[in-house]
């Protein structure tokens, strides 16, 4: 039934990923018809007339567009950490310009879409870099309908958007779960630092995307987003793996690391506050750091392989970095040759690896959980009375040791009448019948108080804790003589006298040594209780 349980679970889960995939997908790839006035105006890629470099940081472009009355028409480029001056004719009619701050100097991407005036056939663009001594890169230009390259634009960028935001949502899914993992069972860091880096590289590819360049104005402060997720990225991915193969607990050259790392990133941070270096001008430095990363992960798993050959975990590293591996180099490949965003292909890769490793993550954490419900339920096994259910002798006498304070205990003993009899005249099965109802009875009602307890083969006890409430004990003796009266008719055994003794004592520090001092006068005032029972 469990099973069964189980599987429905995941068909209903399949079935739910399964619709929320086509729900997706629909916004990628559905088509209706419909017609605008947009439609008829085509989004074209327009090569400029002339360029001219004017040294190294600055270049100009000379533009020729077809005469237009329309009034929605616009022009689209890139620029990258560049002040840009656009021209209609004589007149200025855009521009992006930097100034210096404690978050830099750079204007950042920005994705331009420029209005252009009716009638315009001449603009000019002038892109001049905002840091010296970087060649001045060329960029690419589309005209057309305003309203028509933003769609498009939003259309081409959703998928990697999709991803991206899938990634961030894997992270988050994998920190909740330790969170609720990591109280129970042990080793589960790796869980949190899968979780806390697929957060990272989520966000990071995200802010790369076009649709962030559209949709956050301030570039500069995206800009210092980006470098900034790059700076922090390589310490949980170390953390990560170095707790995922539960390496190094001699070995200090993932603290050293992280250390490191840590500390360059500190540097940075003050070197681009205080324009002494610029995150633009050191991020060859954090690409070095996730390079060194990298290599460490190849290191760790290559220690790996050699002491266990190849395991599961061991193959899934094996997939996880050949997809970390390429997504970095079609990374850097982008950044350097001054592509606006990552390759979808990069942030394929980075899911696998999120996937993968988050994976076998997961699945080495319910191992775990499965691992502790088996080790606590043999433990409570080893202090449970299988007869009864309640706890063992042993039980109690473990509570004893491992209680100093005794302070606002009490204690209820059991013994059980006519069980000798039952046992010679009707059978031990029946005895057993006896000692099961019994056991029930006092649980049913005194167990809510405290734990109970078989201390003997007819002898029970109850420890109550009266720190917080008051123990009526007449009261509840009294409920105990009406359920033993509902256990006969249960049990259906004829000329069984069900009768359970009960004495109670409260421990007192002036007269008590010790909680066994306190149970000798509950046992004496429940042998009372026994003598009675038998005259009545």
């Known amino acids: 039934m469990k099973r069964i349980k189980i599987i429905n679970r995941i068909i209903y889960c399949v079935i739910l990923l399964a619709f929320l995939i086509f729900m997706g997908s629909a916004f990628i790839f559905s088509t209706v018809d419909m017609k605008t006035p947009a439609d008829s105006k085509t989004r074209i890629s327009i090569k400029p007339e002339n360029t001219r470099y004017i040294g190294d940081g600055k270049i100009e472009y000379h533009i020729k567009l077809d005469a237009t009355s329309g009034n929605n028409m616009a022009l689209a480029f890139v620029s990258r950490h560049q002040n840009v001056e656009v021209y209609a004719g004589d007149k200025l009619i855009y521009y992006v310009r930097n100034h210096k701050s404690i978050y830099g100097t750079t204007t950042g991407t920005n994705y331009t879409i420029i209005n252009v005036p009716s009638y315009t056939t001449d603009v000019v663009v002038r892109l001049t870099n905002v840091y010296d001594g970087y060649k001045a890169r060329e960029t690419s230009f589309e005209y057309g309908d305003e309203t028509r390259i933003i769609k498009e634009l939003i259309a081409e960028s959703l998928p990697s958007v999709i991803l991206s935001s899938f990634i961030i949502l894997v992270g988050f899914a994998m920190v909740i779960l330790w969170i609720i993992c990591r109280k129970n069972i042990a080793q589960t860091e790796a869980l949190f630092y899968f979780g806390l880096f697929a957060m990272i590289i989520g966000a990071w590819a995200l802010n790369e995307t076009d649709l962030a360049t559209l949709l956050i104005e301030d570039r500069k402060i995206a800009s210092l987003i980006g470098y900034m997720l790059l700076m922090i990225m390589p310490v949980p991915f170390i953390q990560a793996e170095k707790n995922f193969f539960q390496a190094e607990k001699k070995s200090v050259v993932s603290n050293v690391l992280c250390a490191l790392f840590t500390v360059i990133d500190i540097v940075l941070l003050v070197c681009h506050m205080t324009a002494v270096k610029e995150f633009k001008n050191s991020v060859y430095i954090i690409h070095m750091m996730l390079i060194i990363s990298l290599i460490y992960f190849c290191g760790v798993l290559i220690k790996r392989i050699h002491v266990n050959g190849f395991d599961r975990k061991v193959k899934a590293n094996i997939i996880g970095a050949a997809a970390l591996g390429i997504s970095m180099i079609v990374d850097l490949i982008a950044y350097y040759k001054g592509m606006q965003q990552t390759d979808l292909i990069g942030k394929l890769g980075i899911l696998v690896f999120i996937i993968v490793l988050g994976y076998e993550s997961i699945s080495e954490a319910f191992e775990k959980i499965k691992e502790g419900q088996k080790a606590d339920f043999y433990k409570e096994m080893a202090v449970t009375d299988t007869m009864t259910g309640v706890y063992n002798r042993s039980a109690f006498q473990e509570w004893e040791h491992e209680t100093s304070d005794y302070e606002g205990y009490s204690i209820a003993t059991f013994d059980l009448n006519n069980l000798k009899w039952c046992n010679d005249n009707l059978g031990h ?54 359920l033993e009266k509902y256990a006969e008719k249960e049990l259906g055994i004829k000329g069984l006298n069900v009768q359970i003794a009960c004495g109670y004592a409260e421990y007192d520090i002036k007269t008590d040594k010790n909680f066994e001092d306190t149970r000798s006068r509950a046992d004496k005032k429940m042998y009372e209780s026994k003598r009675r029972l038998k005259r009545e």
Do not use: M, P, W
Not at 442 to 458: A, L, P, Q, V
């Open 429 to 482: 099965a029946a005895g057993d019948a006896y000692i099961q109802a019994s056991a029930r009875i006092i649980k049913e009602i005194f167990g809510s108080h405290g734990k109970c307890y078989r201390i003997g083969g007819d002898e029970f006890c109850t420890v109550i804790n009266q720190k917080s409430k008051k123990f009526d004990n007449a009261r509840h003796v009294k409920q105990l003589r009406e």
